[in-house]
């Protein structure tokens, strides 16, 4: 899990999300971006093609989206 204050970039400079690619060595598909604001969250992490996780709304560019943070922490159990 980061945090993207830990990567010395603010969302969304791609920087922020490369630079965890980077540290952890996986494929972009094996990243979960979470958050609540499409353009600075969701639409940054699908143009690296990494998977999104939308919390409290519905779009169609998410690969998840949940109504509360809760129902996220509750799918966790799902995401190998």
């Given amino acids: ?14 920087r922020a999300y490369q630079q965890v ?11 979960l971006v979470v958050g609540d604001t499409i353009s600075t969250d969701i639409l ?8 999104t996780a939308l919390i409290g ?7 998840y989206s949940f109504s509360i943070l809760a129902h996220f922490c509750n799918a ?5």
């Fill in 44 to 51: 940054p992490a699908n143009s690296l093609k990494m998977k």
């Fill in 21 to 31: 690619l980077t540290y952890t060595g996986e494929t972009p598909n094996r990243h």
């Fill in 57 to 63: 709304s519905r779009h169609h560019s998410a690969d």
């Fill in 1 to 14: 899990i980061f945090a993207f204050d830990q990567t010395g970039y603010l969302k969304p400079d791609f």
């Fill in 76 to 80: 966790l159990t799902f995401f190998p």
